[in-house]
């Protein structure tokens, strides 16, 4: 999978790695069993400090997402899908909730904001490709 | 880690940044000794340019080796990278010392080389002795100049002070020897081994600074609040100084350009200056005391002063590419040279004029400029400009700072070698000299625009090497094209003249000159001059009869004494005393009877002076002749045996034929044996005859030169017709440089060119060199007819 | 984590340099772990070619001490250079060599095995070797000055800005050097301005400001303990109490009526602490950037106007 990692966006490095590898095995792109990239070779690719990611490694492990795999290295958990749903649901639970106190903070009333969402739903559902998920399907 | 490779390495590296130089520097000396050996005029100077040249080439290699090897490293910066290696600083200083010995020895032994093949095919050497104080000088001037650059930040100034101390220990042996034999009355120098004793004392102190200086220069910095005395800018603008924008708003950028220029460049501007001031002060003590130094220290010193002031002019903007600040805001390449050029032209300018106006007044006349002040003042101020010309030329074409400032000097030569020969063995005319030896100025500022944008293609050697073609060989051109273009003897003529000169009879034997007693330079009183003139008679014949060679004359002067006996002796000839009349017949007939049989020995010489001093006494004859005295002094016999030979016009042309030829191989012969052409033809001095006929020409050029005039003169020989025509005449006239009136054109030519006896006859200026101008004028027919009275 | 071994490979202490006219170093202390990308942040001027040069044994001290690799650079600097590689700033290399003949020239200085890993760097940074260095663009003369100084395999690699006016293919290949040679157990003292940079690959940060260190610290920890605070207010007269410790203000500059701070040991309680105050009408709390971390470290206090 490609990484891209930001320096300045004000998320730590070792956060993003966390994030993009919690979404590429919600959205299915590193599938269970799947070997990742050691540190030595990620450090190289990415130009990284082996530290920073042994450090999202491990946060990675302590979630859940991966397990080591003696003689091979870290592999995606088989139920590690759900887990990263979940934590993708919150991060996107969390940044709706920033996007709507923003609204509110602006003057927005709770009705403008309510009849915002319904048209921007309207417009969407429906026309954005899902992720093609083969076992569980997303609680709505 | 390999120590001796180690040091294997580094010895490469320092000798290979030292080869540019080691090569430049001998190729440069060779090629001025080249042009020095083509010019043969070997008599200028003391000691010859190539010993000077030899001597001094290890000596500017040692001037610059410091600045080569530590300035230029610090400026680049290298230096420090070198020093963050493993090494020990002393290995590195010595290192760099030793790489300097090593190619100061090289070059001394390529000019000893010279010396010794020198010696060999031209006089030797005399005085080893003086001259052996200059290898140790370079010795000693290589140390301290390593020494100087590694305690000096900046590396121009380094180079600047490495001149005046060369001469330490010179002025030390000075001073030594002044206190030794400080009894003594006369000047005498000090002797070369004091001087040798003194060097080899510097070269040790100055190796231990060496040693000192660059430990220190390498190690770590202590930082001491010492004052920056010899710090270079950056350092002082660290504490803060006042920008120029107190000087005021400039409007035109000619100001603000010079001004940098004199900002940029203070350093060498002053060191310079004082090296000029100080050989000016030399100078002037010099001529008002008279003295003559052996080493003109004076001399070289104004002209590495001027030379450096020249390498500036482009060097300066070089170092480290200032000139692309320049550049890079379009300023107009015009504009840049010439801010360039104005600042040490007038430090050059203004000191020399102020010294030639001091010396007018401490000269040994005092007040009145000593004569020879003038021309000798333009010149020496013109040589420097020229030296100037070529090192600012030098200063654009080379790149290197460093280089450009230790090769400029040697560069500066050339022109001076080079036209000498021109002049000297070419006759190149001076005004083609002038301009040629100014035309680097034009050369660099054609190239100003590339050498500002840096653009040092191909195309920009070419160039250069066009303009080196043009400034060297432009002042050859008239020699050149004089050599292609001018007609020499035509075949047809050589062949008749070979013909001539085959035949047995007409052997080259060259005159015995007459010789007269020396009582007839003093005129006697009228009653003894018969018998002193009688046996001046008699001792011309005696001379007659000592030799069957011809007889020759090299002036004037022993035909009229002769024919002033004969004058008196037929003027005595109306006295109407009888007593005295027969010794002044009998002294009236022996003269004519010598003066008959000198022209006769006279005609038989080879050389055509020969022949027209006999015609001047045949024209004396023919007057004496036609004097109604002269038939009844003589007697019919003797009046027609001297009229027979008189009037005998083919015996003249055969003799005149003759005497062209024999010339014209003789001079020819001498022509192939030396190598300058010979100064006389037929007798006749080439020097300041025509349009360059002498030595100041290439030999080709004057033999076909003369060649072309002999033809001239040849068909004038062997003319037959009954007057000889004008247009040859004049063609004569402006072959060997003379007034056409001596040859009977124009207004008073007549006096010149006897048609008739009975003109009055002007006195030719003596020397006139005026070839042929009796040959079958009218003056032989009037002989003529003393032997047939009819025509 | 990886490295066991904690050994320090530089050690300073109460170092003091002094020039005319300005103090560069005003007795720092520091210690460079073994194994780690230890990063040297400052303005310019603010003393670190000074450290370094001290560390080198290019300048001697007025006071206090250090050690590189155990040896005292004042004494052991032939030492010292043999085992730490050095690449300045702008480093001057000899231009009429070729790239070739200066690592040739330069490996008779260390032992053997230099030339090869020299040649090696070369050609994996795809300089070519028959070229003068002159000729070379500046990129390729960065690299041909890094592999000079890593062929010998040094246990600590000093750089010195090396990556000043690269491109940033250039500056990645840099990067990775700096990680290979962590990557195996060696030290690297990196002094730089990219803060992106240093961002990416160093372990430790120190940040050096007008003669002192400011912070020495990992940089995991600096940035999980550094936040951006914003605080918007009713009206700019309105005051804030100073948090509790362990919270130490960093930075605090106003505009308008807006208070923006750079502090260290911010927590949420903190946070609703002052949004519960009277006159405070927001407070936003962001994780500190490098870059803000060390604007406020050098900056310090100030109207946003005075800049």
Same mark, same amino acid.
């Given at each position: 999978m490609f990484f891209s990692i930001d320096p300045n966006n004000?998320?730590?490095?070792?956060?993003?790695?966390?994030?993009?590898v919690t979404f590429a095995i919600a959205e299915g792109t590193l599938r269970p069993g799947q070997l990742l990239p050691s540190v030595?070779?990620?450090?190289?690719?990415?130009?990284?400090?082996?530290?920073?990611?042994?450090?999202?490694?491990?946060?990675?492990?302590?979630?859940?997402?991966?397990?080591?795999?003696?003689?091979?290295?870290?592999?995606?958990?088989?139920?590690?899908?759900?887990?990263c749903l979940e934590t993708r649901r919150t991060l996107i639970a969390d940044r709706l909730k920033g996007a709507m106190t923003e609204a509110l903070h602006a003057g927005l009333s709770g009705s403008e904001v309510r009849r915002i969402m319904n048209q921007l739903l309207a417009e969407l559902d429906g026309n954005v490709a899902t992720v093609a998920s083969t076992d569980t399907s997303e609680p709505t | 880690m390999n120590n001796r490779l180690m040091i294997q390495r580094l010895w490469w590296k320092e000798l290979r940044q030292l080869l540019p130089m080691l090569i430049l520097l001998p190729t440069i000396a060779f090629l001025l000794t080249a042009l020095y050996l083509l010019n043969d005029n070997s008599n200028q100077f003391n000691w010859s340019a190539g010993v000077a040249v030899f001597l001094g080439m290890?000596?500017?290699?040692?001037?610059?080796?410091?600045?080569?090897?530590?300035?230029?490293?610090?400026?680049?910066?290298?230096?420090?990278?070198?020093?963050?290696?493993?090494?020990?600083?002393?290995?590195?200083?010595?290192?760099?010392?030793?790489?300097?010995?090593?190619?100061?020895?090289?070059?001394?032994?390529?000019?000893?080389?010279?010396?010794?093949?020198?010696?060999?095919?031209?006089?030797?050497?005399?005085?080893?002795?003086?001259?052996?104080?200059?290898?140790t000088n370079s010795f000693f001037v290589l140390f301290a100049g390593i020494a100087i650059a590694w305690r000096i930040k900046s590396a121009l100034v380094a180079l600047l002070l490495v001149v005046p101390i060369a001469m330490v220990p010179y002025v030390l042996a000075l001073v030594l020897h002044a206190m030794m034999a400080a009894d003594e009355y006369y000047y005498t120098d000090p002797s070369p081994g004091t001087v040798i004793a003194m060097q080899v004392i510097g070269c040790l102190v100055a190796l231990f600074l060496v040693d000192r200086f660059g430990r220190a220069a390498l190690s770590p910095e202590r930082v001491r609040l010492g004052l920056p005395f010899l710090a270079n800018a950056t350092n002082r603008e660290r504490n803060g100084r006042a920008a120029p924008a107190s000087y005021g708003v400039i409007q035109s950028p000619l100001p603000a350009l010079i001004w940098q220029f004199a900002m940029q460049s203070r350093a060498l501007l002053i060191g310079t200056s004082i090296m000029l001031l100080v050989a000016a002060a030399m100078l002037l003590m010099r001529y008002a005391s008279r003295a003559n130094s052996v080493i003109p220290f004076d001399i070289f010193l104004c002209y590495l002063a001027t030379s450096w002031l020249g390498a500036s002019v482009f060097q300066s903007d070089s170092a480290h590419q200032r000139i692309r600040?320049?550049?890079?805001?379009?300023?107009?390449?015009?504009?840049?040279?010439?801010?360039?050029?104005?600042?040490?032209?007038?430090?050059?300018?203004?000191?020399?004029?102020?010294?030639?106006?001091?010396?007018?007044?401490?000269?040994?006349?005092?007040?009145?400029?000593?004569?020879?002040?003038?021309?000798?003042?333009?010149?020496?101020?013109?040589?420097?400009?020229?030296?100037?010309?070529?090192?600012?030329?030098?200063?654009?074409?080379?790149?290197?700072?460093?280089?450009?400032?230790?090769?400029?000097?040697?560069?500066?030569?050339?022109?001076?070698?080079a036209y000498s020969f021109s002049v000297v063995t070419l006759g190149s005319p001076l005004g083609l000299i002038s301009i040629a030896a100014f035309l680097p100025f034009l050369a660099t500022f054609l190239s100003t625009r590339r050498w500002m944008d840096r653009r040092f293609g191909k195309r920009y050697w070419f160039t250069q090497g066009g303009y080196a073609a043009i400034v060297i060989l432009m002042p050859t051109f008239p020699h050149f094209m004089a050599l292609a273009f001018e007609p020499g003897m035509s075949r047809q003529v050589r062949k008749q003249i070979e013909t001539v000169v085959a035949n047995p009879n007409n052997v080259l034997r060259m005159p015995v000159e007459l010789v007269l007693d020396k009582d007839v330079e003093n005129e006697r009183p009228f009653v003894s001059f018969v018998r002193t003139w009688n046996n001046q008679i008699d001792s011309v014949r005696s001379q007659f009869r000592?030799?069957?060679?011809?007889?020759?004359?090299?002036?004037?002067?022993?035909?009229?004494?002769?024919?002033?006996?004969?004058?008196?002796?037929?003027?005595?000839?109306?006295?109407?005393?009888?007593?005295?009349?027969?010794?002044?017949?009998?002294?009236?007939?022996?003269?004519?009877?010598?003066?008959?049989?000198?022209?006769?020995?006279m005609r038989t010489s080879p050389q055509v002076v020969d022949q027209d001093f006999a015609d001047s006494i045949e024209i004396a004859m023919v007057r004496q002749m036609r004097r109604t005295e002269t038939r009844a002094a003589l007697g019919e016999e003797r009046y027609k045996l001297v009229a027979a030979r008189l009037a005998d016009t083919q015996a003249r042309r055969d003799a005149r034929v003759r005497s062209v030829a024999l010339s014209w191989y003789n001079y020819d012969s001498q022509s192939k044996f030396s190598r300058v052409p010979p100064s006389q033809f037929g007798g006749y001095d080439l020097q300041g005859g025509g349009d360059g006929l002498s030595w100041k020409n290439g030999k080709g050029l004057a033999h076909r030169r003369v060649a072309r005039r002999a033809e001239n003169l040849w068909r004038m020989a062997d003319f037959s017709g009954d007057e000889v025509p004008k247009e040859w005449l004049l063609e004569v006239a402006s072959d060997w440089g003379i007034v056409s009136t001596y040859y009977g054109l124009g207004s008073g030519g007549i006096y010149y060119r006897v048609d008739s006896v009975d003109d009055s006859i002007a006195v030719a200026k003596k020397g006139s060199n005026a070839i042929a101008n009796q040959w079958y004028a009218g003056w032989e027919k009037q002989a003529r007819e003393l032997l047939y009275p009819s025509n | 984590?990886?490295?066991?071994?904690?050994?320090?490979?530089?050690?300073?202490?109460?170092?003091?340099?002094?020039?005319?006219?300005?103090?560069?170093?005003?007795?720092?202390?520091?210690?460079?772990?073994?194994?780690?990308?230890?990063?040297?942040?400052?303005?310019?001027?603010?003393?670190?070619?000074?450290?370094?040069?001290?560390?080198?044994?290019?300048?001697?001290?007025?006071?206090?001490?250090?050690?590189?690799?155990?040896?005292?650079?004042?004494?052991?600097?032939?030492?010292?250079?043999?085992?730490?590689?050095?690449?300045?700033?702008?480093?001057?290399?000899?231009?009429?060599?070729?790239?070739?003949?200066?690592?040739?020239?330069?490996?008779?200085?260390?032992?053997?095995?230099?030339?090869?890993?020299?040649?090696?760097?070369?050609?994996?940074?795809?300089?070519?070797?028959?070229?003068?260095?002159?000729?070379?663009s500046k990129g390729q003369r960065a690299k041909v000055a890094l592999?000079?100084?890593?062929?010998?395999?040094?246990?600590?690699?000093?750089?010195?800005?090396?990556?000043?006016?690269?491109?940033?293919?250039?500056?990645?290949?840099?990067?990775?050097?700096?990680?290979?040679?962590?990557?195996?157990?060696?030290?690297?003292?990196?002094?730089?301005?990219?803060?992106?940079?240093?961002?990416?690959?160093?372990?430790?940060?120190?940040? $050096?400001?007008?003669?002192?260190?400011?912070?020495?610290?990992?940089?995991?920890?600096?940035?999980?303990?550094?936040?951006?605070?914003?605080?918007?207010?009713?009206?700019? $007269?309105?005051?804030?109490?100073?948090?509790?410790?362990?919270?130490?203000?960093?930075?605090?500059?106003?505009?308008?009526?807006?208070?923006?701070?750079?502090m260290r040991g911010f927590n949420s309680e903190a946070a609703d602490q002052w949004r519960g105050r009277p006159g405070v009408a927001g407070v936003t709390v962001r994780s500190a950037t490098l870059d803000e971390v060390f604007a406020a470290c050098v900056r310090g206090n100030g109207n946003a106007s005075d800049e």
């Open positions: 004000g998320v730590a490095i070792y956060e993003q790695i966390v994030r993009q030595r070779v990620l450090s190289q690719q990415l130009a990284i400090n082996p530290n920073t990611i042994n450090r999202a490694f491990q946060q990675l492990q302590a979630e859940g997402a991966l397990e080591s795999l003696r003689g091979k290295g870290l592999v995606v958990r088989a139920d590690a899908k759900t887990g | 290890p000596g500017l290699f040692a001037v610059g080796a410091g600045a080569l090897l530590v300035g230029q490293e610090k400026e680049m910066r290298t230096i420090q990278w070198l020093a963050s290696l493993p090494i020990r600083p002393q290995t590195i200083v010595r290192i760099k010392t030793a790489a300097a010995v090593v190619g100061l020895a090289i070059l001394w032994v390529i000019s000893g080389l010279y010396f010794l093949w020198r010696d060999r095919y031209d006089t030797p050497m005399t005085d080893i002795g003086q001259f052996s104080v200059w290898p600040f320049l550049a890079d805001r379009g300023l107009s390449p015009r504009l840049i040279w010439l801010t360039r050029q104005i600042v040490p032209i007038t430090v050059i300018a203004a000191i020399a004029i102020a010294t030639l106006l001091l010396a007018s007044l401490v000269g040994p006349a005092g007040l009145k400029a000593s004569p020879g002040l003038g021309t000798m003042g333009m010149l020496a101020i013109a040589s420097l400009f020229v030296v100037f010309s070529f090192s600012q030329w030098a200063g654009q074409v080379i790149t290197s700072p460093i280089v450009s400032m230790v090769v400029a000097p040697l560069v500066s030569i050339i022109p001076f070698t000592a030799t069957s060679a011809p007889i020759g004359i090299s002036s004037q002067g022993p035909i009229l004494k002769i024919l002033a006996i004969n004058l008196m002796a037929g003027m005595s000839l109306q006295q109407s005393d009888s007593a005295v009349s027969d010794e002044h017949l009998d002294l009236f007939r022996r003269s004519m009877e010598l003066l008959s049989d000198m022209v006769v020995r | 984590m990886s490295n066991a071994n904690q050994e320090a490979v530089i050690e300073v202490s109460q170092l003091t340099v002094s020039f005319p006219g300005c103090d560069a170093l005003r007795g720092v202390d520091l210690q460079v772990p073994r194994g780690t990308v230890f990063a040297l942040l400052g303005e310019n001027g603010a003393g670190k070619t000074t450290l370094i040069r001290a560390l080198t044994g290019f300048l001697h001290p007025n006071s206090g001490s250090c050690r590189v690799l155990g040896l005292d650079p004042t004494v052991e600097a032939l030492e010292i250079r043999r085992r730490v590689g050095y690449v300045a700033d702008a480093p001057a290399l000899y231009d009429w060599m070729r790239v070739g003949e200066i690592g040739w020239f330069t490996s008779s200085f260390y032992e053997a095995g230099f030339l090869d890993r020299y040649r090696e760097g070369i050609s994996r940074y795809g300089v070519p070797e028959d070229r003068k260095i002159r000729h070379l592999a000079l100084a890593v062929a010998h395999d040094p246990e600590l690699l000093i750089l010195d800005e090396p990556t000043s006016g690269l491109d940033p293919l250039v500056r990645r290949e840099f990067l990775e050097s700096m990680l290979d040679r962590v990557a195996t157990g060696r030290t690297v003292l990196l002094s730089s301005h990219q803060i992106a940079e240093v961002e990416r690959v160093a372990d430790s940060v120190a940040i $050096l400001h007008a003669g002192k260190f400011q912070i020495i610290e990992s940089l995991a920890s600096l940035r999980d303990s550094v936040t951006e605070v914003t605080v918007s207010l009713d009206d700019p $007269l309105v005051q804030l109490p100073l948090p509790d410790s362990p919270a130490i203000v960093m930075s605090d500059r106003a505009e308008g009526r807006q208070r923006q701070m750079v």
